[in-house]
């Protein structure tokens, strides 16, 4: 049975999350589609909200949100405590996100990252298991 890997955005994002999602299936997970669901004006909080709802729930143990530049929507991510969301732009910030923060939310920019960055962080995220050892006491701080 395939991971099931959330995913979301909002208006700005959605391109790119829809490119992301067929990227999913490509490398065999199975995209959990939380919205926005088309090009209209939404607010990227909401878009959060329910990613951090679904990874309490166990509904996933990862996800993906995109935004316009990325930054809003992994601010409103990360007031959740248990969601550590990354904002990350290319092969080595997606690396670090997993290796040493354990991050279980790569967070992207629509407007700001190409589909092909965006596709790689993706596979990298998705790839790379947290290192623990000597960052496992710092992201114990972070909840």
Partial sequence: MAEKIAIASDHA????????????????????DLGADGPASVDY?????????????????????????????SMAANRHAHVR???????????????HNDANVLCLGGRTTGADVARDCLQVFLGT?????????????FS
């Fill in 13 to 32: 994002g959605f391109e790119l999350k829809t490119q992301l999602k067929q990227e999913l299936e490509r490398l065999g997970f199975e995209p959990l």
């Fill in 45 to 73: 909080p909401d878009f959060a909200k329910k990613m951090a709802e679904a990874l309490k729930a166990g509904t996933v143990s990862r996800g993906v949100l995109v935004c316009g530049s990325g930054i809003g929507i």
């Fill in 85 to 99: 969301a990354a904002l990350c732009h290319d092969h080595l910030t997606a690396k670090l996100a997993r290796l």
């Fill in 129 to 141: 298991d947290f290192e623990g050892g000597r960052h496992q006491n710092r992201v114990a701080k």
